[in-house]
């Protein structure tokens, strides 16, 4: 110990003198709380957030720094918009343009294992610790010294009182934690430029430039001249009167390119299927409006555009069969009447099939039929409190992926299940409509025969008076039936609808 404390009294910086800490160390932690603050304030509003998409997002940014001016043009041409314009405006098919799109995607994405890349992940580490470092409390040490010193008011320090090394040395030993292998170069001013040029949109002023340039000068000089490893372990074991103390370094490493990737991949298979989705809906839009007129079409529970946009903006993933499922509620509400039912449920109840077999299809899709709202119905509810789809639950991964990303793979597993449950409604309900459609237009041709060959009732069922309103309603909506099939025909697999009632 008096070997340590006797190399402590050699430094030329001065100190520490008979055991105690002096004016010139409480100086050394006010130039670090002076010159960290500037630097906090960037870091710890891009890479240094409890947020980590948006840590992300600027992590991004750096990296996309690293590509020439080529291939960073090329990223811009696989944002959204700019693959959406791609496919439309192209005469390839859709998947053969998505398909060039993802091969220019993962050539760009090679590149992240040249050297030049690897720096940038290095960077990115150093900025970690940076960060770290630059959120340290060190008005606390300052405060051992000067009390009176708040940061604001005062920028120097007043009375300075002399400090035993057992009171600075808890606070040092946080220090000397986050400072091992510490370094500040030209990399890491350029990145710190940067980010802060990306957090405000303006470009620096070359003031500003030098100023940060300046705080990072003073904070690596006092690292590396004056509290350097050494020095702070020597002064930790004097405070705490032991010279076999084990010291640790905290450990940063950047996994920002692998992030990179998974982000880049995720975003473009989400994105694929919401253009796909999209373009599938532009295409319908005009037979919607042919079948709807200005109707506005129905709303889901949570499964919805408002939903959506909230999906879009926090995370890669999406919901893709809004518009199908709108179209099928709306459908269900408009032309699927009361009146239309109790015709349809009087046929299988009160016709004389001469079919057996036909009689149990027909029936069997009538049921079916009867069900549709229920299954929407029930797809909504699954969104509630509890729900095998729990809106809340969705919403709070969303939440907690912000602090941990692994929160954010359990998004997109409950994202596609919601998906998948979403086309199995679209798909079912679209076959049953569709045989349903047949079934109908086979009636009312049977129903205009001298001799129903079908249902030997079938004129007086139809033209009954508890019956004929609704009877009506089914002849008349025969073309809307066909244009809600082809529309849903984008989106599901069903026979052919053309001439299947023209004989």
């Known amino acids: 110990m008096r070997k340590i404390e006797s190399e402590l009294k050699l430094l030329p910086s ?18 670090l709380y002076e010159n960290t603050k500037p630097i906090d304030d960037i870091l710890s509003k891009t890479i240094n957030t409890e947020d980590i998409p948006r840590n992300g997002r600027f992590e991004s940014e750096l990296i996309i720094t690293g590509f020439d001016e080529p291939s960073q043009k090329k990223l811009e041409s696989l944002e959204y918009e700019a693959r959406k ?105 350029k990145a710190i430029f940067a980010l802060k040029e990306l957090l405000t949109g303006q470009p620096l002023s070359e003031s500003e430039k030098s100023n940060l340039s300046s705080n990072l000068k003073k904070i690596n000089s006092v690292f590396t001249k004056y509290l350097t490893s050494d020095v702070m372990k020597k002064i930790i074991c004097l405070g705490k009167k032991d010279s076999n103390i084990t010291f640790q370094f905290a450990t940063y490493r950047s ?32 037979e919607i409006k042919e079948l709807f007129g200005d109707q506005k079409l129905e709303e889901l529970n949570v499964y919805n555009s408002q939903t959506n946009e909230y999906l879009r903006s926090e995370t890669p993933y999406s919901f893709i069969w809004i518009t199908p499922l709108q179209v099928l509620k709306t459908f269900m509400q408009t032309f699927i009447t009361t009146s239309v039912k109790t015709v349809l449920n009087n046929i299988v109840i009160e ?49 907690d992926s912000r602090a941990n990303q692994d929160f954010l793979k359990k998004v997109g597993s409950l994202v596609d299940n919601i998906n998948n449950q979403a086309h199995k409604l679209i798909q079912e309900t679209s076959k049953i409509l569709y045989q349903l459609y047949i079934e109908i237009g086979e009636l009312i041709v049977d129903s205009k025969k001298s001799k129903s060959d079908m249902v030997s009732n079938i004129k007086v069922l139809l033209t009954s008076a508890r019956n004929h309103d609704g009877a009506g309603m089914i002849e008349q909506q025969q073309e809307n039936w066909k244009l809600f099939l082809k529309i849903m025909k984008n989106y599901a697999i069903i026979g052919e609808i053309e001439n299947n009632h023209d004989q």
């Open 85 to 189: 314009a791609q496919i439309m405006d192209s005469d390839l098919p859709m998947n053969k343009v998505i398909e060039v799109q993802k091969r220019a995607l993962e050539a760009l994405l090679k590149q992240l294992t040249a050297p030049g890349f690897m720096k940038i992940d290095e960077t990115l580490s150093s900025l970690k610790q940076l960060a770290d470092i630059c959120h340290f409390n060190y008005i606390n040490m300052v405060h051992l010294f000067d009390q009176n010193f708040d940061g604001l008011a005062s920028t120097s320090l007043g009375l300075v009182t002399a400090v035993p090394t057992e009171s600075a040395a808890p606070i040092l030993q946080d220090l000397y934690y986050l400072t091992g292998s510490l370094k500040i170069n030209t990399a890491e001013e």
């Open 255 to 286: 996994n920002s390119l692998k992030g990179f990737i998974e982000y880049m991949q995720k975003r473009f298979a989400s994105d694929s299927e919401r253009i796909k989705g999209e373009i599938k809906d532009y295409t319908v839009s005009f």
């Open 351 to 399: 016709g004389f099939f001469n079919n057996q077999s036909y009689k149990a299809d027909f029936s069997s899709s009538i049921y079916a039929m009867n069900e549709i709202e229920n299954q929407i119905e029930e797809f909504e509810k699954s969104f509630e409190r509890n729900g095998p789809n729990d809106e809340a639950e969705l919403r709070g991964l969303i939440q």
């Open 14 to 31: 001065q100190i520490i003198k008979n055991g105690f800490l002096q004016p010139n160390f409480a100086e050394l932690f006010r130039v």
